[in-house]
C-alpha cells in the first residue's frame, strides 16, 4: 500500500534565528528542594503517562501512573542509556511511588529498553505498550533502534498496581531507507546517533484513524543534521510509513519523543532537542518545542514563530531535558545535570554523578492561546 499523503513542513534556520529575541522561555532555576528521588539508589529519566486513546491521563485510585527509563546509579551517569529498563511508577497527592521493573527479565527483544508510549483500552483493562528495543538480545549493532509493541492487562487492586501477561513483542513498523535512515550503528557519528525511535501513539479526533510518531533521521540526506519527526498510520491489521512531518535538515540532528496533544482544534505537535543537537551556527537552548497545524496532515507552523516554549535558564543550560505535555496540558521532564553554576559536565565522571538528578523535575502548565503557547503563571 503506498504511504499516505502528508505535508512535510521544514523548521528552519530562520524560525530558529528569532529566540534571540524571544522573552519568557526560561524555566525556574532547580534547587536541592526540587530533586527528591523517585527510587532511592536508582536514576530515572525519560517518561510517559499512561492514557487512554483520546490522550487524557488515566487515573486509578487517584494515581496517575506513569512509565520511566531506570537503570542503578552508575559511577557515570552516561551509562545509564546502555543499561536502561522501563520501570512503573505512580503519582498522587503524596509525590512519587515507584512499583518496579514492567516487563520481565528477558523479554524485551533488545539489549535495553528506551522511550514509548501507553495507551488502555475503552476496557479499562487492556494495556499497549509502545517503545524501543536498543540493541539485540543476542548482540548486534550497539545503537541500533526498532519500534515494537505488546499488549498486557493493567489493574490497580487495594491501590496495588499489576501488569501481566504481555503478548509477544511485535515489531511496529521497519525504517524504509528513502524517508527515514536505518538506524543502527556501532558506534556515534559526528557526535550524535542515527534516531528510529520514542514510538508516540496518536488517534486523530477527526476521523479516528491511529498514528505512530517517533524520532528519525532523513534517509536521503548526508547532512548530519538531519533530524526528522516521522510517522507511521494504521492500516488494516499493521502500520504503513508515511513521509515525516517535520523536518529539520541543516538544523537539527534530533527531535525526540514526539507526541501531540490537540486542544480548542488545533493540533499540536511537541518534540524536545538539545542545544548541542543545533547545527553550527545555530543558536537554540535546550528545550521543549512545538508546531500547531489546523489538521494532522498539516502544514505545521512553529509554535511562538520559532518552535520554542521553555529551555532551560541560561545560567543552568543543562538542568532539565525531556519534557512530556499531557493531554492536560501539565509538563514533566527530568532533573538532569543540574546545580553546575557553569561547570563543564562533560569534563569529569565525578562531576557528572554530583550533579546528575535522575529524577522528575517540576512540573508546570501550559497556556494555549492558538500559535502561542506559553508557561502558564
Known amino acids: ?42 536514576d530515572l ?18 494515581r496517575s501512573w506513569w512509565f520511566f527509563l531506570a537503570t542503578p546509579q552508575f559511577d557515570d551517569p552516561e551509562m545509564r542509556h546502555d543499561a536502561a529498563r522501563i520501570r512503573l511508577t505512580s503519582h498522587g497527592a503524596d ?14 527483544p533488545g539489549s535495553r529498553e528506551w522511550s514509548g508510549s501507553a495507551v488502555l483500552a475503552a ?20 545503537f541500533e533502534q526498532r519500534l515494537f509493541e505488546t499488549v498486557g492487562r493493567f489493574t490497580v487492586t487495594d491501590g496495588e498496581p499489576s501488569i501481566d501477561g504481555w503478548s509477544e513483542p511485535v515489531e511496529s513498523v521497519v525504517a524504509d531507507g ?19 525511535r520514542d514510538p508516540g501513539y496518536f488517534r486523530d479526533p477527526a476521523d479516528g484513524v491511529e498514528y505512530l510518531l517517533f524520532v528519525g533521521s532523513a534517509g536521503d540526506s548526508d547532512d548530519p543534521c538531519d533530524g526528522v519527526i516521522g510517522a507511521a ?20 540532528s534530533e527531535l525526540e519523543r514526539p507526541h501531540i496533544v490537540v486542544h480548542a482544534g488545533r493540533y499540536y505537535l511537541f518534540w ?27 502544514p505545521w507552523r512553529p509554535v511562538n514563530g520559532t518552535g520554542l516554549i521553555a529551555g532551560n535558564p541560561t545560567v543552568e543550560p543543562f538542568q532539565a531535558y525531556c519534557w512530556w505535555v499531557t493531554g492536560e496540558l501539565d509538563v514533566i521532564s527530568f532533573v ?42
Open 272 to 298: 524536545s532537542t538539545q542545544g548541542r543537537r543545533f547545527a553550527p551556527g545555530v543558536a537554540a537552548p535546550t528545550g521543549l518545542y512545538a508546531m500547531v497545524a489546523d489538521r494532522f496532515d498539516g
Open 1 to 42: 500500500m503506498d504511504a499516505p499523503t502528508l505535508s512535510t513542513t521544514h523548521w528552519s534556520a530562520a524560525a530558529v534565528a528569532g529566540i534571540a529575541a524571544q522573552r519568557g522561555w526560561q524555566l525556574p532555576v532547580i534547587g536541592p528542594r526540587d530533586v527528591v528521588p523517585i527510587a532511592p539508589g536508582m
Open 123 to 142: 476496557d479499562g483493562e487492556t494495556l499497549t505498550m509502545y517503545f524501543t528495543a536498543s540493541g539485540r538480545r543476542e548482540g548486534g549493532p550497539r
Open 336 to 377: 538532569d545535570q543540574w546545580d553546575l553554576a557553569g561547570v563543564d559536565p562533560t569534563a569529569d565522571v565525578a562531576i557528572r554523578r554530583a550533579h546528575f538528578g535522575g529524577t522528575a523535575a517540576p512540573w508546570f502548565r501550559l497556556a494555549i492561546d492558538g500559535d502561542r503557547i506559553k508557561v502558564a503563571a
Open 233 to 252: 498510520r494504521r492500516t488494516g491489521g499493521g502500520w504503513t510509513l508515511c513521509p515525516p512531518l517535520v523536518e529539520a535538515l541543516g538544523v537539527n
Open 95 to 108: 509525590g512519587w511511588r515507584d512499583h518496579g521493573d514492567t516487563f520481565p527479565d528477558g523479554f524485551t
Open 45 to 62: 529519566w525519560d517518561m510517559w503517562q499512561i492514557a487512554d486513546a483520546d490522550g487524557r491521563t488515566v487515573i486509578r485510585n487517584g
Open 178 to 196: 528513502r524517508h527515514y535512515a536505518v538506524a543502527a550503528q556501532d558506534e556515534p557519528e559526528h557526535g550524535g546517533i542515527k534516531g528510529f
